[in-house]
């Protein structure tokens, strides 16, 4: 099995590392809140910029999208997926500016943010992601991703980047569940032919990904770079490159 040589002791590592998207690999270039005004002043928004505003509607979208289950649809057509993606963006988008400011070209505002959203524009690489993906490709540890996320994905890790460090990317959308159910976690086990005591999981969400990993049998790590669960009894990492350092231990 790949090992990593450190202060004079092998650091064994699984067959393959799966790690969530979103606040784990990749991050937002700046709070939602602050991408949604700025873009609505192009279209017609009601209000001026401000941080006030920017704060508002950050918290606003939060709330609204904790009222939605993850998006995930059963096994159909690839237009049909897409289709219901834009719906449930839709929904959302529109339950953050209700009752604090409206946009006079509302539909182009969306069409516009929904693409901003499909590539580099609003994404970046967080900090070590490309350097450990790398490391575990030389050490031939297979990675994949297991994101609650729409058919944007594959493209977003395309455009920054990361893509082809790679094997498999499952996203919630079209695969018929969502983290932390296993069966998105038994999905990428499949696809990686591997089983689950050969593989980790690393991701920022001690629901999604750290129950979810356990529930399905696979060793989990939180990703916690801002040190909230430090005192918790959870495996944590404060850096991705820690990842071939600690291991399990």
């Not at 289709?83 to 953050?96: A, D, G, N, S």
């Not at 018929?176 to 069966?183: I, L």
């Not at 593989?199 to 356990?214: I, L, N, Q, R």
Request: aromatic content about 10%.
């Amino acid at each position: 099995m790949p090992t990593l040589r450190k202060d004079h002791r092998l650091i064994e590592l699984p067959a393959a590392v799966l790690f969530d998207a979103a606040g784990t690999l990749i991050r937002l270039r700046e709070p939602v809140g602050t991408t949604y005004v700025r873009h609505a002043l192009g279209f017609g928004l009601s209000l001026g910029f401000s941080t006030e505003l920017c704060e508002r509607v950050d918290r606003s979208f939060g709330s609204a999208f904790s009222r939605h289950q993850p998006l995930w649809v059963p096994a159909t057509s690839t237009p049909r997926i897409k289709e219901l993606e834009r719906k449930w963006w839709l929904q959302i988008v529109t339950e953050t500016f209700q009752g604090i400011a409206e946009i006079r070209d509302f539909v182009g505002f969306f069409d516009s943010l929904y693409d901003l959203y499909s590539g580099a524009g609003a994404w970046a690489l967080e900090p070590g992601s490309s350097e450990v993906l790398e490391q575990l490709q030389r050490r031939s540890v297979r990675a994949a991703v297991v994101s609650n996320f729409d058919s944007r994905l594959p493209v977003v890790l395309e455009t920054l980047g990361i893509a082809q460090l790679i094997s498999e990317i499952v996203f919630s959308s079209g695969t018929g569940a969502a983290k932390p159910d296993s069966e998105i976690f038994n999905l990428a086990l499949q696809r990686l032919s591997v089983g689950p005591a050969d593989c980790w999981h690393v991701g920022d969400s001690p629901c999604d990904d750290y129950e979810g990993a356990t529930k399905a049998g696979i060793e989990p790590l939180l990703y916690d770079p801002s040190g909230q669960h430090g005192d918790s009894e959870w495996r944590t990492i404060s850096h991705l490159e820690e990842i071939l350092t600690r291991g399990l231990g």
